[in-house]
Each structure stands twice: as C-alpha cells, then as structure tokens.
C-alpha cells in the first residue's frame, strides 16, 4: 500500500521575513506537530527545485529573471507585504519544486494523497506579478504540470485559503483545463473573486468562486463543499484533486474573520476525500497561508488525518444553507447538468 507523502525543504526556513506573519515558524510549527503524531505515517520528501521548462509554463521568463535579481539583491520587497532576501529564490524554486514533485508522485501511483508544505506561499502570484507574500504560483505551476507532463486534461484546483487565489485564477481564467474553485472572504485582500468572475473566452464556466463573509464557519463551509463543489467535481470529473490549502479561515487567525475550527477543515477534507475515491482521482495538498501557528499546525494535522486515513469518511448528512442554494442556482447556468437544489 503505497504511503501519502509530505513534500518539504530547509530552504524553506531561509526565506527570512522577520516578523512578519508569513515566517518560518510556521513549517515549524506545522513539523512539530506532525512530529508529535509519527508524521501520520508519511513518506518525507525532499522538494527538489523546480526546472525552467516547468516554471516558465505558468510564469513569463522574464518576470522569473526579475525575482531572480530582486532576491539576489535582496533584502527587497514587491510590494508593502511582500518581502525577499537572498535565499527567497533557492524557496521560491523548492516550493514551487515541491508541488510539482507532489503531482509526479500522486499520477504516477507513488502516493495516493500527500501535502507540499513549503514557503513561501502561491495563490497571490499571478503570472507577471508577485504580490501578497507569494512569489511563484506553487499549485498553479503544479496544475499545469499535470496538464504539460501527464497528458491530463481536467484538474481540479480547490482553494480554501480565506484570501481569493487571484493567481490561480488568472492562471487559467481562460482555460477549461483547470476547474478553479474558491472558497474566501469577501470583502478582503486582494479585493478579486466575486461570484460574477466565472472565467472567459473558453475557460468560462470553469473558474467558479464562492465568495462568504466575515463570521462564516464550518456549517457554511461544508454546505458549500458538499452541495456545490462535490456535485460540480462529478460533473467535471478531474483527474487530479490540488487543494489550495490556506488555514487562514480559522477562527484563530488574525489576517481575517472566518470562523473554521480544525474539525471544520477535517470536514472540508473529508468531502474531497470521498470525491477522490469516486472520481478514482489522487488528491494533492500545497500548503498556502495560516498565521495563527496553534491553529495552523493542529488544522494541517486535522487535514492530514484524513488524507492518509486508508478510507475516505462516511459521508454524513449535510444540511443545504441558503448561500449553497444560491451558489448552487448561479453555477446552473454554466453547469446545466448539475442536480437542481
Ligand atoms: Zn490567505
């Protein structure tokens, strides 16, 4: 039985931000946990960095040459809340290395299930532009990886993190390739991921955001993943599952105002678990933001026990909550097929 995997690099601990939230501490601290409980039975793996060809799918050569020179005179920054230093880059390469390692090893039948828990973090980085803590688009390098190295044609990007991943959504805002999907708080940095934002040219349809607001928690959560994102995967039928998993909707957290506990995020993560045995898709985890370290590190481990359990969760009755409805009414218009609520 081939084990889940935790893809993960000391680079990651060099890209040294001082105090800001986005900091080391929280790999720390997301280890020691794991740690503490065996590392779930995961096979540990070193993330390896990421090649050109891959990288340079998802972001133009030049704006990569241009992180490559702001790091090498690092200490800089992108924008007010987006910080380098020299070792940014070696980081950046490992973290976006990692999530590609990860989607080699889920489509090849190495693992089933794993985590890239590297930094720093993603889904802010739109191809041309960092911003937001993220230099490289980590899941969306993944994604197209699968598409570019597998051959697969339908991969499912779910995005849980409290900030909408505009990087991921600008990524493949025109492609029916990526089923981009985002749970987040509305209204919040980065200001993008309305409901009305749906895609374009051919990728309409397969961007679909589900914006909630501040108080939100784990009952709405699971309303949504349970009667909007579970019966648009089956009709979607992706072959791979990424998460990007942010653990910033937690109550704790200070960057935002969403109310999840770390059962809330076992819950989330059950769903998806039972959609991967339906779909027979393998289901991978990139690490995105978190700031409260207690909250991140017990809501990584709350998500992880339900990726490397042998069996997916029974499914358990869910009630369907106004939002879901409504989101669920929107989505028929592009998704005729999807069960009426
Ligand atoms: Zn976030």
């Known amino acids: 039985m081939p084990r889940s995997v935790y893809l993960s690099h000391p680079a990651s601990l060099e890209h040294d931000t001082g105090s800001h939230p986005e900091r080391a501490a929280r790999i720390v601290a997301i280890e020691q946990e794991l740690a503490r409980h065996d590392w779930l039975g995961m096979e540990r793996v070193e993330a390896p960095r990421v090649s050109a060809e891959t990288l340079t799918a998802v972001h133009p050569a030049r704006y990569v040459r241009g992180i490559e020179e702001l790091c090498a005179a690092g200490p800089g920054s992108i924008d007010a809340d987006t910080f380098v230093v020299e070792a940014s880059y070696e980081a950046a390469l490992r973290a976006a290395g990692g999530a590609v390692r990860l989607v080699d090893l889920l489509l090849s039948g190495e693992a089933p299930t794993g985590l890239s828990a590297l930094r720093p973090p993603g889904h802010h980085a739109e191809p041309s532009r960092g911003m937001g803590f993220c ?8 994604a197209q990886h ?10 499912l990007v779910l ?17 029916s390739n990526v089923l981009f999907v985002s749970l987040h708080e509305w209204p919040l940095y980065p200001g993008t991921g309305p409901a009305s934002d749906v895609g374009s040219g051919a990728g309409v349809g397969y961007t679909v955001n589900l914006p909630v607001t501040a108080g939100a928690g784990d ?7 349970e009667h909007v994102v ?11 599952i990424l998460i990007s998993a942010g653990f910033d909707a937690h109550r704790d957290d200070p960057l935002a105002d969403i109310e999840l506990t770390e059962s809330g995020f076992a819950a989330l993560t059950g769903t998806v ?5 339906e779909l027979e898709a393998p289901i991978g985890a990139v690490l995105e933001g978190g700031y409260d370290l207690r909250a991140l590190a017990a809501s990584t481990a709350a998500m992880l026990r339900v990726l490397t359990a042998p069996d997916p969760p029974a ?3 869910v009630p369907l909550v106004p939002e879901a409805r409504s989101a669920a009414a929107r ?3 592009h998704w005729p097929a999807l069960p009426a609520v």
């Not at 579970?230 to 791979?240: D, H, N």
């Open 135 to 142: 230099l490289f688009d980590n899941v969306a390098v993944a």
């Open 146 to 155: 699968a598409l570019d190295a597998h051959g697969l044609e339908r991969v």
């Open 159 to 175: 995005d849980w993190d409290v900030h909408h991943g505009n990087g991921t959504n600008a990524a493949f805002h025109a492609s």
């Open 219 to 225: 009952a709405l959560y699971a309303s949504l993943l």
């Open 230 to 240: 579970a019966p648009l995967a089956l009709a979607y039928r992706p072959q791979l």
């Open 273 to 277: 678990r039972r959609l991967g045995a």
């Open 315 to 317: 499914a358990i009755d």
């Open 331 to 333: 989505l028929a218009e």
